[in-house]
């Protein structure tokens, strides 16, 4: 069945240095949504790619959809403790339409 | 705005009993979901709804679990009987339209259900 991977697992990072998570489906998706979950909350949207080889910025974040749209990519510049979470991707496969998220990436940043 | 709201907002029950999760909406969205997440995983599509038609259940254990959304608007999971390897977090999401283009969904807090 469709899986959807993201690497790494987990990944501490210092306070200012970069961070990058990647998105990895075994289908072909017909779009590419990234949440963010902080510990003990819910999942927040951060934004949606559509279109294959998009690039979408915002502020620190910079989001990548793939020529193939079958991965995707967040990267933080400069993280600060406010970046704290676990991101998810989340997609919608083009063929059956179902929607399943990543396996999610945790990130601590320490000051 | 209200955002979506669940509740209760916590539930422990002994296995074998039935127990039932509600959710409302923000007010003017078509698509709400029900998803299951279990520690440290990310959130599992159990049910779609598309106003009170359930349009994506493959997900859903249907021997124990039962959903309804029977005007469109707030909607009910139900558990029976629940099994230890249900405890988890259900989530409930709403959005405007599945099939616009563009299809935030916004999550209520949850409900942390343990399974004893």
């Known amino acids: 069945g469709q899986q959807v991977m993201q690497i790494p697992q987990y990944q501490h990072v210092q306070e200012g240095e970069d961070f990058t998570t990647y998105c990895n489906s075994s289908t072909t998706l017909s779009n590419i949504q990234w949440y963010k979950q902080r510990p003990g909350g819910h999942p927040v949207f951060l934004i949606q790619?559509?279109?294959?080889?998009e690039v979408k910025k915002q502020k620190r974040l910079t989001f990548q959809f793939g020529e193939a749209k079958k991965n995707s990519s967040l990267h933080i510049t400069a993280t600060q403790t406010t970046d704290v979470g676990t991101y998810f991707c989340?997609?919608?496969?083009?063929?059956?339409?179902?929607?399943?998220f990543g396996t999610g990436t945790r990130l601590k940043v320490l000051a | 705005e209200a955002g979506v709201v669940q509740s209760p907002r916590y539930k422990i029950i002994e296995k074998k009993q039935p127990v039932a999760f509600w959710c409302n909406p923000i007010s003017g969205h078509n698509t709400l979901y029900w998803y299951r997440q279990n520690l440290g995983q990310g959130p599992e599509l159990l049910i779609r709804y598309e106003n009170e038609e359930a349009v994506d259940d493959s997900q859903l254990p249907k021997d124990r679990f039962s959903a309804e959304r029977l005007k469109g608007v707030d909607s009910t999971l139900k558990i029976q009987p629940a099994e230890l390897g249900d405890s988890a977090v259900y989530l409930c999401?709403?959005?405007?339209?599945?099939?616009?283009?563009?299809?935030?969904?916004?999550f209520g807090p949850g409900t942390r259900l343990t399974v004893l």
């Open positions: 999401a709403s959005s405007l339209d599945w099939s616009s283009v563009y299809n935030e969904q916004f």
């Open positions: 989340a997609g919608s496969d083009s063929g059956t339409y179902k929607y399943i």
């Open positions: 790619l559509v279109k294959s080889g």
